[in-house]
């Protein structure tokens, strides 16, 4: 499976961006998808999980509130809205995906290559 992330950028703090990300050649039907991020000099952290419905999400406790994440499964897309971001937030958003939900990176089979989230004035 291929992930493809896009939407990273420059942002002022309590700005709000939306990334996206496509999936394509697998099968979707029992696919897990999410989102993680690594700042500079630290490890990569948990951000959010969808179930391949949709119906059930989890999120980390820094993104509780603020983010929110969505699938399209007509389109095979994964998306991040967050709003009322922070310098802290800045960091590689890194899309992944698989058939087990865990906190730890170690469980997801497939990731993207990420896209760059700044978050300064």
């Known amino acids: 499976v291929q992930l493809v992330e896009s939407g990273g950028g420059l942002v002022q703090p309590g700005g709000s961006l939306r990334l996206s990300c496509a999936a394509s050649?697998?099968?979707?039907?029992?696919?897990?998808l999410g989102w993680y991020r690594q700042a500079p000099g630290m490890e990569r952290e948990f951000v959010a999980y969808?179930?391949?419905?949709?119906?059930?999400?989890n999120y980390a406790d820094a993104a509780k509130g603020r983010f929110a994440i969505s699938r399209d499964n007509t389109k095979n897309t994964v998306f991040l809205q967050m709003t009322r971001l922070k310098p802290g937030d800045t960091a590689i958003y890194f899309c992944?995906?698989?058939?087990?939900?865990?906190?730890?990176?170690?469980?997801?089979?497939?990731w993207g290559r990420g896209t760059q989230v700044t978050v300064s004035s």
């Open positions: 992944v995906g698989g058939t087990i939900f865990a906190t730890s990176p170690e469980y997801w089979a497939d």
């Open positions: 050649g697998g099968s979707f039907d029992n696919y897990l």
């Open positions: 969808i179930s391949p419905s949709g119906a059930s999400t």
